[in-house]
């Protein structure tokens, strides 16, 4: 699992910045979406 794990990131080092930073922006967005109706 863990050498599986360790292809994959070894594979795709040119994306996993752009990845993160998507990643990032959803937990943002959906933090942002489930705290909204508290200021109604």
Not at 9 to 37: E, H, N, Q, Y
Request: glycine share 2%.
């Amino acid at each position: 699992m863990a050498k599986e794990i360790k292809s994959v990131i070894v594979r795709s080092s040119d994306t996993i910045i752009a990845d993160a930073l998507g990643m990032a922006a959803l937990v943002v967005m959906m933090f942002a979406a489930l705290s909204l109706p508290n200021f109604f």
